[in-house]
């Protein structure tokens, strides 16, 4: 029986599956949207919506404790300064998961995962910046 088993392996080892959504979490609240496998997508979900509650609170603790699950200071920055307070009076529900049909290699069933009330010019944002500072670095 499979009782008290209530999250997804997903073929990987337990610290890989903590890096990973390490990495995808820092990721979502960079870009605000990502595309990824839709069950990733709703492991992610309960992980994200935790950590914008946590965000919400605002104290020094809520802030130790995100950074021991997210591993850059700039998307702890974002989530404290940015998102917490954007989302600080909703009673939960910060994310959406949109099926995006299936991946062409493997027809993997795909998802777009995004912020409820995201700011679109967000995605691509740094990209963009780094691109334009790579840029003026070349002209100087």
Request: aromatic share 4%.
């Amino acid at each position: 029986m499979r009782h008290a088993r209530g999250y997804r392996r997903l073929n990987r080892t337990h610290e890989h599956r903590k890096a990973m959504f390490a990495n995808m979490a820092g990721s979502l609240i960079e870009h605000e949207q990502i595309k990824t496998t839709l069950p990733k997508a709703k492991e992610l979900r309960p992980i994200i919506e935790k950590m914008v509650t946590l965000a919400g609170r605002g104290d020094l603790h809520a802030r130790r404790l995100l950074r021991s699950r997210l591993k850059e200071d700039r998307h702890l920055a974002k989530l404290m300064d940015i998102i917490g307070p954007r989302y600080k009076d909703r009673q939960g529900g910060y994310v959406r998961i949109l099926k995006a049909g299936f991946r062409y290699g493997d027809m993997a069933p795909m998802a777009i995962i995004e912020f409820v009330d995201r700011d679109v010019d967000a995605k691509g944002a740094a990209d963009r910046a780094r691109v334009e500072a790579e840029d003026a670095a070349a002209d100087a």
